[in-house]
C-alpha cells in the first residue's frame, strides 16, 4: 500500500512540475496538497465583440488558470492572467445556433466564456469542471457535518476536559483518520507539508501553524505543551502577541520558512553550489535545508539569515546521480537530481558533505523516512563570513 501511494504521488508531482515549466516556473502549484485536473488549449469569447482567442486552461482540484501564450524563442510558454477558486464557482451551458459549444465559467474573482472546438472537447471540460465542484463541496460537508457533531458536545470530544477542567485533566484525542481537515483553520492535511497534531489540552486534530502554542498543563507536572490558539488564550488568560499570531493564522506562502529556524530541526543542511540545466546562470551558492517536519522538500536560501526561501523544490520523485562526462561540469564533490525536464546540480565542499547529501536525496527521492542529521555546525562556522557574497557566481 505504501508502494502504491508513493508512486501516486510520484506521479502527481510529476505533472505538476510539467505544469510549473510549462508556466515559467512563475506560479507556485508544485505542492503535495495540489492535483493537476484536466489542461488544454480552448477558446476564450470576448465579452465585448463576441470574437474567439486561443487560451489555455489549467485545471487542478482548488482552482482554474486562465492563460495566455507568451512568446518564447524555445518552447511555448504560457502566463495566468486569471485564477477562479474552485470554492464558489458555477458551470452554466451558453451554447446557441449562433454560438455553438460554448459554456460560462463563473467564480468569485472572474467569468470566462469558453468555447470547445468540439462537442467531445466541450463535455470533457463540462465533466472535469463539475466534478471537481462535487467533489470540494463534499469535502466542505464533510467538515461541516463534523463541526455540527462537535458543536452538539460544546466543541469538546467525549470525556475530554470541559473549559474549567482544561490543563488539568488530559484529553481523549480525537482519531485523525477520522479528520481530513484543520479543525481551526480548515486547511486539508497532507502527509508532506501540512501534518496532523493534537493539542495536548482540548484533544483536537489541528495542523502546525495552528498549534505553534506552548503553554503549561498541570496534568502533565505543569510542563509547557503543545496546543491549539483557543486553548492558549483560554490557558493563559491572554491572546498571543500580535507577531506569533500572524505568523500562526496568516496563510504563509510554501517559501516563508526562516531558514534558522527551519535549520535548527532539519534532516540535512549545508551551503553547496548549485545550477539549474539550460538555466542559463552559472553556478552559484546557497544555503540548503531539508526540514524535519517537511522532509520530502528542499529549501534553498540566499544565507542562513534569510527569512524567506528563493525556491522550494519537491523530491519526490526526483533521481539522485553523480555527474556524467556529457554534462561538462568543472567542480569537484558534483552531484545531481533529475526529473523529467528539470535536472539540478550540486557541488559540496567535501566527499563527506557529498555522499551524505546523495545519502538523503536519494532517499527523499524514494520517498522514504529521513532521521535527522542536525545542523552542520562546521559549514556555518567556515562559511559564516562569506554569507554576505552569496549568490555570485563562481
Same mark, same amino acid.
Given at each position: 500500500?505504501?508502494?502504491?501511494?508513493?508512486?501516486?504521488?510520484?506521479?502527481?508531482? !510529476?505533472?505538476?512540475?510539467?505544469?510549473?515549466?510549462?508556466l515559467g516556473g512563475e506560479e507556485d502549484i508544485v505542492?503535495?496538497?495540489?492535483?493537476?485536473?484536466?489542461?488544454?488549449?480552448?477558446?476564450?469569447?470576448?465579452?465585448?465583440?463576441?470574437?474567439?482567442?486561443?487560451?489555455?486552461?489549467?485545471?487542478?482540484?482548488?482552482?482554474?488558470?486562465?492563460?495566455?501564450?507568451k512568446l518564447r524563442l524555445i518552447g511555448q510558454k504560457?502566463?495566468?492572467?486569471?485564477?477562479?477558486?474552485?470554492?464558489?464557482?458555477?458551470?452554466?451551458?451558453?451554447?446557441?445556433?449562433?454560438?455553438?459549444?460554448?459554456?460560462?465559467?463563473?467564480?468569485?474573482?472572474?467569468?470566462? $466564456?469558453?468555447?470547445?472546438?468540439?462537442?467531445?472537447?466541450?463535455?470533457?471540460?463540462?465533466?472535469?469542471i463539475q466534478a471537481t465542484i462535487l467533489r470540494h463541496?463534499?469535502?466542505?460537508?464533510?467538515?461541516?457535518?463534523?463541526?455540527?457533531?462537535?458543536?452538539?458536545?460544546?466543541?469538546?470530544?467525549?470525556?475530554?476536559?470541559?473549559?474549567?477542567?482544561?490543563?488539568?485533566?488530559?484529553?481523549?484525542?480525537? !482519531?485523525?483518520?477520522?479528520?481530513?481537515?484543520?479543525?481551526?483553520?480548515? $486547511?486539508?492535511?497532507?502527509?508532506?507539508?501540512?501534518?496532523?497534531?493534537?493539542?495536548?489540552?482540548?484533544?483536537?486534530?489541528?495542523?502546525?501553524?495552528?498549534?505553534?502554542? !506552548?503553554?503549561?498543563?498541570?496534568?502533565?507536572?505543569?510542563?509547557?505543551?503543545?496546543?491549539?490558539?483557543?486553548?492558549?488564550?483560554?490557558?493563559?488568560?491572554?491572546?498571543?502577541?500580535?507577531?506569533?499570531?500572524?505568523?500562526?493564522?496568516?496563510?504563509?506562502?510554501?517559501?516563508?520558512?526562516?531558514?534558522?529556524?527551519?535549520?535548527?530541526?532539519?534532516?540535512?543542511?549545508?551551503?553547496?553550489?548549485?545550477?539549474?540545466?539550460?538555466?542559463?546562470?552559472?553556478?552559484?551558492?546557497?544555503?540548503?535545508?531539508?526540514?524535519?517536519?517537511?522532509?520530502?522538500?528542499?529549501?534553498?536560501?540566499?544565507?542562513?539569515?534569510?527569512?524567506?526561501?528563493?525556491?522550494?523544490?519537491?523530491?519526490?520523485?526526483?533521481?539522485?546521480?553523480?555527474?556524467?562526462?556529457?554534462?561538462?561540469?568543472?567542480?569537484?564533490?558534483?552531484?545531481?537530481?533529475?526529473?523529467?525536464?528539470?535536472?539540478?546540480?550540486?557541488?559540496?565542499?567535501?566527499?563527506?558533505?557529498?555522499?551524505?547529501?546523495?545519502?538523503?536525496?536519494?532517499?527523499?527521492? !524514494?520517498?522514504?523516512?529521513?532521521?535527522?542529521?542536525?545542523?552542520?555546525?562546521?559549514?556555518?562556522?567556515?562559511?559564516?563570513?562569506?554569507?554576505?557574497?552569496?549568490? $555570485?557566481?563562481?
Open positions: 500500500i505504501v508502494c502504491v501511494c508513493v508512486c501516486v504521488l510520484q506521479e502527481r508531482m !510529476r505533472k505538476l512540475l510539467k505544469v510549473y515549466e510549462l505542492n503535495p496538497t495540489n492535483e493537476l485536473i484536466k489542461e488544454g488549449h480552448i477558446l476564450k469569447l470576448s465579452a465585448k465583440n463576441g470574437t474567439s482567442q486561443d487560451r489555455y486552461l489549467i485545471l487542478f482540484n482548488d482552482r482554474l488558470l486562465y492563460c495566455v501564450p504560457f502566463g495566468v492572467r486569471a485564477r477562479i477558486d474552485v470554492d464558489g464557482m458555477e458551470l452554466k451551458e451558453t451554447s446557441s445556433i449562433n454560438v455553438p459549444r460554448t459554456f460560462l465559467v463563473s467564480g468569485k474573482q472572474r467569468s470566462l $466564456e469558453l468555447q470547445a472546438r468540439t462537442e467531445e472537447e466541450k463535455k470533457d471540460w463540462i465533466q472535469a463541496e463534499q469535502t466542505l460537508a464533510t467538515f461541516h457535518h463534523l463541526n455540527c457533531s462537535l458543536r452538539d458536545e460544546d466543541y469538546t470530544p467525549p470525556n475530554s476536559p470541559n473549559c474549567s477542567e482544561l490543563g488539568t485533566r488530559a484529553p481523549t484525542p480525537i !482519531r485523525e483518520k477520522e479528520v481530513t481537515l484543520c479543525m481551526k483553520c480548515q $486547511e486539508p492535511f497532507n502527509s508532506i507539508t501540512k501534518r496532523r497534531h493534537h493539542c495536548k489540552a482540548c484533544g483536537h486534530v489541528v495542523c502546525g501553524k495552528c498549534s505553534e502554542f !506552548r503553554a503549561r498543563l498541570l496534568y502533565d507536572n505543569n510542563r509547557a505543551n503543545r496546543v491549539c490558539i483557543d486553548c492558549y488564550t483560554t490557558l493563559v488568560g491572554a491572546h498571543p502577541s500580535p507577531a506569533c499570531l500572524t505568523s500562526s493564522v496568516r496563510r504563509r506562502s510554501i517559501l516563508e520558512k526562516q531558514a534558522s529556524v527551519a535549520a535548527e530541526n532539519s534532516v540535512m543542511c549545508s551551503f553547496l553550489h548549485h545550477m539549474e540545466k539550460g538555466g542559463g546562470r552559472g553556478w552559484q551558492k546557497a544555503w540548503f535545508i531539508i526540514p524535519e517536519n517537511e522532509p520530502l522538500v528542499l529549501y534553498i536560501y540566499g544565507a542562513p539569515q534569510d527569512v524567506k526561501a528563493q525556491r522550494s523544490v519537491p523530491l519526490i520523485g526526483f533521481e539522485v546521480s553523480l555527474p556524467e562526462s556529457c554534462d561538462r561540469l568543472e567542480r569537484r564533490f558534483a552531484f545531481k537530481i533529475s526529473q523529467s525536464h528539470l535536472t539540478l546540480y550540486f557541488s559540496a565542499d567535501g566527499e563527506e558533505l557529498q555522499r551524505r547529501w546523495i545519502e538523503v536525496l536519494s532517499r527523499a527521492g !524514494r520517498g522514504e523516512e529521513l532521521q535527522a542529521h542536525g545542523l552542520i555546525a562546521e559549514a556555518l562556522e567556515e562559511e559564516g563570513e562569506e554569507s554576505a557574497t552569496l549568490g $555570485e557566481n563562481t
